[in-house]
C-alpha cells in the first residue's frame, strides 16, 4: 500500500501564493519520481510538475513554469508545490502522484487538496 497525503491547499486571491505538501508513506521508494497534476472543473487532469529522486531533473507544465517549484526532501519523504503569482485558471484539485514517468502519471495518487484563486 502507497499513501499520499496532500495538504495545504486553500482560498487565496490572486497574485498570491500557497505551498502544496504530499506525504507519502507505506510502501514507496525515495528512487520514484514524483508529481503533481491538477484537474479544474469539466476539463482533463492536466500535468503540473515532476521531480526525479535527487531533484536533478525537473519538468514544468508550460502553463506554471516560472510560477511554480516543485520539490522533495526524501528524509521527510514529502514533495512540496510552491505556487506563486496564482491567476484564476489555477483553481483546480491538486494531486500528488507517486512513480511518475516523464509527464505520464503513475499509478499512486492522493486524494488531492482544492486551490481556489479569486480575481
Known amino acids: 500500500q502507497v499513501q499520499l497525503v496532500e495538504s495545504g491547499g486553500g482560498l487565496v486571491q490572486a497574485g498570491g501564493s500557497l505551498r502544496l505538501s504530499c506525504a507519502a508513506s507505506?510502501?514507496?521508494?525515495?528512487?520514484?519520481?514524483m508529481g503533481w497534476f491538477r484537474q479544474a472543473p469539466g476539463k482533463e487532469r492536466e500535468f503540473v510538475a515532476a521531480?526525479?529522486?535527487?531533484?536533478?531533473?525537473?519538468r514544468y507544465g508550460n502553463s506554471v513554469r516560472g510560477r511554480f517549484t516543485i520539490s522533495r526532501d526524501n528524509a521527510k519523504s514529502t514533495v512540496y508545490l510552491q505556487m506563486n503569482s496564482l491567476k484564476p485558471e489555477d483553481t483546480a484539485v491538486y494531486y500528488c502522484?507517486?512513480?511518475?514517468?516523464?509527464?505520464?502519471?503513475?499509478?499512486?495518487w492522493g486524494q488531492g487538496t482544492q486551490v481556489t484563486v479569486s480575481s
Open positions: 502522484n507517486a512513480d511518475t514517468r516523464g509527464i505520464t502519471a503513475g499509478p499512486y
Open positions: 507505506g510502501r514507496t521508494s525515495s528512487y520514484w519520481d
Open positions: 521531480i526525479n529522486w535527487n531533484g536533478s531533473f525537473i
